[in-house]
């Protein structure tokens, strides 16, 4: 096992090291790293416990879950609006229905093709921002763009990976199968999410000074394995348990905190999973399935370009925007090779296409940087050969997607009140669930012996007081949920306004509000008949008057405040922290994209050229053309700075400026930087010895008399007489013929005043 390791890092390490040195992405030097220990390249492999490298591959794809997980954001998803959703739609249907035709052109049969449609559809998110940051491109407005489509595919390959699982193992497609799955993993998503952020972040900060970076380690990992147990018990992959973990904490303040913790561990699983993938790959099978993975090369590169394009074009974004996002997501990685490995562990799919796949995903990597190039020429292609009245149509067409139009009322009002039922009834089911499964059966196994009383805690309680006390148990603890299904919104603004309309809106509303009236009922209706064999007709009217105590509650309003509130502070605590900090508020930022401007934020190196200069000196908006909105100085907001503003090494500039302008700001920073490398070295602080002697004009006169500080630019820090010493020393000291000066400052000023 330890020599095993041993191969598998220093192999991983060396290559990995070239790759870097010859710019590739490290992903493709951990591949080929395994290509050279597997047993196909050298002709024996050098590891001796392949399954032990299958293992630790596994946990290595639940680190990188996590990971991916700890970057995703619910909130971030529904901010982002239309534009990922429409894109990434376009993409996975487009992308899954090439693949499967290109699998039954190549003969090949319905489950492995349609993993392999599965496997096309998702771009890799560490490769895509690699690539950028190479680039220098993480600053342009598309990055966000593809941050949300990968966000969008992410998610969805979590959901893939369950529809695949379930079709797999029944080897058919049935649609009530499907929907099935989809309702139980939107439910277990919901209640996870919904307890998640209840109890997680209150939790963390309630012990945030005992979890120093050793303890936050293991607590995050823990909570990472126990969702992994979690989901497996539901039935799901772990996979999506770790995923699931991840995006919890995402919401919590300590999210950078763990990520950053977490990332040396994902990266040495991470590297052992990648290897493990290229242990899986024959050349020699690659030499024979050339024409397979020649087609599903160009089917992704090409597919991608004009999925990409056509979703983000569709929903709003401009041309340029557009080409930009297609251009970037020419590539398969990392789900490609959890679905593959899914695949081959559920012997659905043939054995040549985990290796075709991974040559795929090695060669569309490798081409990724050249292929994000050529967005720009072919956008100027495009300009050049296309009409001034499809240049206008596409121009107003963006203008109007993107246009802040309000929603209508009724579409704002069925939204929020349909998503509160959804979340508190999920969460109602699931508190229902526990209860008549473990509490319950605990309080009726004092009625198991059929007698008419029973000692209960030293009490004799009859038969029908122990039901009472379960039921008053149950509605007790689910009441302020039930009263958020029935009540919640109902007097918002939305609803008064459609109220006062009149006519057949207060029709809708009034039935509305018996919708949600009649599901609370059914809550209190189940939990009554679960525990008393009373008429059919007697529970109703019972549930009636239930759900109109806990409608006209106060105590229980007060409670489902509380709970709400609780829940909001949670949820919003990363998100207000962060608006704290920040220069700009997002409704700002996002009002300027309208009109191709957006804010990007630099920080000053200590070395920058910058550094002590003012900003009417720098010409930086003669220059790169953005506009300085803000200089963040240690926490200090200085707010449209004046030219007479100068800068600070760790200085944060907040500029406003199109993609190339703010290109441009970026090399005049580079530039400064490299430009002060020929810079001489600092001076130095250095101590020197001197005995004042009769000559000097300093003998006889205090220490400040002397002015030695403004003299030489140095302080006395002792003074050595008669064998004793007097460290810092009273200014108002004498200083005497025979005393020996020790004397500290820069050492070249230092030296010529020794000297004079």
């Not at 693949?99 to 895509?128: E, K, P, R």
């Not at 008057?545 to 609780?566: H, M, P, Y």
């Amino acid at each position: 096992m330890i020599q095993d390791l041993c191969v598998i890092m220093l192999t991983a390490g060396i290559v990995s090291l070239l790759f870097k040195l010859f710019k590739q992405p490290v992903v493709l030097g951990y591949i080929v790293a395994g290509l050279m220990v597997g047993p196909y390249v050298l002709g024996e492999s050098w590891i001796s416990d392949v399954e032990g490298v299958d293992t630790w591959g596994q946990i290595g794809v639940l680190f990188l879950l996590f990971s991916m997980g700890l970057e995703f954001s619910f909130k971030k998803l529904l901010k982002m609006g239309s534009t990922a959703v429409v894109a990434a739609m376009v993409i996975v249907i487009g992308m899954m229905s090439s693949g499967y035709l290109i699998g039954q052109l190549l003969g090949w049969g319905s489950m492995t093709s349609l993993f392999l449609g599965g496997m096309l559809c998702m771009s890799s998110t560490t490769i895509v921002f690699k690539a950028i940051e190479d680039m220098g491109l993480s600053k342009h407005h598309f990055v966000n763009v593809c941050f949300g489509i990968l966000v969008i595919e992410d998610l969805f390959a979590v959901v893939l990976m369950v529809l695949l699982s379930s079709i797999a193992v029944s080897n058919s497609f049935e649609g009530g199968e499907l929907v099935g799955e989809i309702l139980k993993l939107v439910f277990y998503l919901v209640l996870w999410f919904v307890l998640g952020i209840l109890i997680l972040p209150s939790f963390l900060k309630r012990f945030r000074k005992y979890l120093n970076d050793e303890t936050m380690t293991i607590f995050s990992i823990g909570l990472c394995l126990g969702m992994v147990m979690l989901a497996m018990k539901a039935g799901f992959s772990s996979a999506l348990g770790a995923f699931v973990m991840g995006s919890l904490l995402a919401e919590t303040l300590e999210a950078e905190r763990i990520e950053h913790l977490v990332k040396p561990i994902k990266d040495i699983f991470g590297a052992i999973f990648f290897v493990s993938v290229g242990m899986m790959i024959n050349p020699g099978m690659l030499a024979t399935h050339w024409l397979p993975i020649l087609l599903i090369t160009i089917t992704v590169i090409v597919g991608q370009i004009i999925f990409a394009s056509i979703g983000t074009l569709l929903s709003g974004q401009s041309l340029r925007v557009s080409l930009q996002t297609g251009f970037s997501l020419v590539q398969i990685g990392e789900f490609a090779f959890i679905i593959a490995t899914l695949g081959q562990t559920l012997h659905v799919t043939d054995d040549f296409l985990y290796p075709i796949v991974v040559a795929v995903s090695v060669i569309t990597t490798f081409l990724t940087p050249y292929i994000m190039r050529l967005a720009i020429p072919t956008l100027h292609f495009i300009e050049r050969h296309s009409s001034d009245g499809f240049k206008m149509w596409l121009e107003n067409y963006s203008k109007v997607k993107n246009s802040s139009g309000s929603e209508s009322l009724w579409k704002t009002y069925l939204k929020k009140t349909l998503l509160n039922v959804l979340i508190y009834g999920i969460v109602t089911a699931f508190i229902f669930v526990i209860y008549f499964n473990y509490v319950h059966p605990y309080f009726m196994s004092f009625v198991g012996d059929g007698s008419n009383s029973f000692t209960v805690l030293g009490l004799r309680w009859p038969e029908f007081g122990i039901k009472v006390l379960s039921c008053v148990l149950i509605l007790g603890a689910a009441s302020p949920l039930i009263f958020n299904i029935a009540m919640k919104g109902a007097n918002s603004s939305e609803g008064r306004q459609l109220w006062n309309t009149g006519g057949m809106q207060k029709a809708f509303l009034s039935g509305m509000f018996i919708f949600r009236l009649l599901l609370s009922m059914a809550f209190v209706f189940f939990a009554l008949a679960s525990i008393f064999s009373f008429n059919a007709g007697v529970v109703i009217v019972i549930s009636f008057f239930v759900v109109l105590s806990i409608a006209f509650s106060r105590s229980i309003r007060k409670r489902s405040k509380l709970l709400e509130n609780a829940f909001n502070e949670n949820l919003t605590a990363r998100e207000t922290s962060a608006e704290e900090r920040r220069a700009m508020r997002n409704s700002t930022v996002n009002s300027l994209l309208n009109y191709d401007i957006h804010i990007s934020e630099f920080d000053v190196s200590a070395d920058s050229d910058f550094c002590g200069k003012k900003l009417k000196n720098l010409s930086i908006r003669s220059v790169s053309g953005v506009s300085i909105v803000c200089i963040v100085r240690s926490g200090l907001h200085i707010f449209i700075p004046g030219g007479d503003e100068s800068i600070y090494p760790g200085d944060r500039i907040i500029a406003a400026g199109s993609d190339s302008q703010i290109d441009s700001f970026q090399k005049m920073l580079d530039q400064s930087i490299n430009g002060s490398h020929g810079k001489e070295a600092p001076a130095m602080v250095s101590l020197e010895h001197y005995t004042v002697s009769q000559s000097d004009n300093i003998h006889d006169k205090s220490i400040i008399e002397s002015h030695i500080r403004e003299n030489a630019h140095c302080i006395i820090m002792g003074v050595e007489r008669n064998g004793e010493y007097y460290m810092n020393p009273n200014p108002q000291m004498v200083i005497k013929t025979g005393d020996t000066l020790i004397l500290a400052g820069e050492t070249s000023r230092l030296k010529a005043f020794v000297n004079r």
